[in-house]
């Protein structure tokens, strides 16, 4: 769907309209043509950068070398961009920011060469408000993905999936399965950990202004459909990455806020309100219902943290964790003592329960902040 929603991007700016938006033909791929796979082990970590807002205006070395640093120090498996990695951006800087991540896993494969270090990269609303094409990200993304099994040989670790062509709304759908061995099939493998990349897309005209979009439809039955048909293993723990929040975050922060001890249900910093979609078009419950019960987002730049959503319930499925990442860089608006990443450590053979849990927050979800004194 990307080069019709390019057209009617277009048509919109020049025109004022969407309708009748015509394109290239569009095909369906299979679940299993989005599925890339990593090997797990017990302590798996995911680094998460937000916001990062890379321009024309950013000093692009002190940035850069900010997130190789932040990658040394926490020797992660896996490092996932949640959007607004660019605003006002060049293909250059574009094109510098996937090399660098690109250096930065090959060091950290160097370092450990019994594991793999990938990174996965989504969007936000402010990617495409650049100085290149719509598609131009995935382009740049994709010269470092490789074949499962191939990534070493060729020096490419992008964990990336998209194409072009698809019959999907967005440019990131796809998901990471952390198994305990690669090798085996479908049928066969173990997943523990599902890990989706999805994108939330960027601005909605609702007949009056614009107001943050909504994961589309199409996009929230894909997911469904991963959990259905990707693996016959269905025991797994599913986790999603993306940018911007759900309304029900907001009412998340509710309940954390009004708790009588908050810290028995969450942890972070809340300063603003949360910043979620024009309309609440069910995205949480189609996504909760498709074996996701961990919500990574970013968009906020003044909140940061991981909230146990509806902590009383005694029914598993009514539970979710909703986190705000910490914002990576101080490009565009942000607060000095707010400046940092999280680190979330994945445990083998924890059950739903105990991944849903208070203990699992405080144990293994770490938001640092020490921008901060990078950038004093």
């Known amino acids: 769907m990307k080069k019709r929603i390019a057209a009617c991007l277009s048509a919109f700016l020049l025109c004022g309209l969407c309708a009748g938006c015509g394109g290239n033909a569009e095909k369906a791929y299979s679940v299993d043509d989005y599925r890339t796979a990593m090997e797990f082990r ?60 690109n ?32 598609y131009y990200c995935n382009t740049a993304v994709k010269k470092y993905a490789a074949k499962d ?8 670790f992008a964990a990336f999936i998209d194409y072009e062509d698809d019959n999907l709304f ?23 950990y599902r890990v989706h990349i999805l994108d939330s897309n960027t601005y909605a005209f609702t007949g009056v202004k614009y107001g943050y979009d909504v994961i589309r439809e199409e996009q929230l039955i894909h997911a469904q ?21 759900f309304v029900e975050y907001a009412e998340a922060k509710l309940q954390y806020e009004n708790a009588e001890n908050p810290a028995l249900i969450g942890q972070g910093e809340w300063r603003e309100p949360v910043l979620y979609p024009h309309v609440n078009n069910g995205s949480y419950a189609m996504l909760r219902a498709a074996n996701i019960s961990a919500f990574i987002a970013g968009h906020n730049h003044r909140n940061y943290g991981d909230i146990l959503y509806n902590a009383q319930s005694s029914s598993l499925t009514d539970k ?14 942000h607060d000095t003592d707010m400046i940092g990443y999280k680190l979330i450590t994945l445990r083998d053979g924890m059950s739903q329960a105990e991944f849903l849990s208070i203990e699992n927050i405080n144990e293994n979800f770490e938001n640092v902040i020490d921008g901060g004194e990078y950038y004093a």
């Open 103 to 134: 250096t930065a896993c090959k060091a950290q494969v160097e370092k450990h060469p019994d594991r793999l270090t990938k990174f996965a990269i989504t969007y936000g609303n402010h990617d495409n408000q650049g100085d290149y094409p719509r």
């Open 320 to 333: 979710a964790i909703f986190s705000f990442g910490v914002k990576s860089t101080n490009q565009l608006y």
């Open 225 to 245: 459909n991963i959990y259905q048909n990707a693996t016959a293993d269905k025991e797994y723990i599913g986790i999603c990455f993306y940018h911007i929040p």
């Open 42 to 101: 017990d302590g798996f970590k995911i680094l998460q950068l937000a916001d990062l807002h890379l321009g024309i205006e950013s000093d692009l070395k002190k940035q850069l070398n900010l997130v190789t640093y932040t990658i040394e120090k926490t020797d992660p498996d896996l490092i996932v961009l949640t959007g607004d990695n660019f605003m006002y951006a060049s293909k250059a800087i574009v094109d510098n920011l996937m090399r660098t991540l």
């Open 149 to 156: 099994g191939e990534e070493v040989a060729q020096s490419k």
């Open 170 to 192: 967005g440019l990131t759908n796809y998901f990471i399965d952390l198994v305990d061995d690669r090798a085996k099939s479908t049928a066969e493998v173990d997943v523990k």
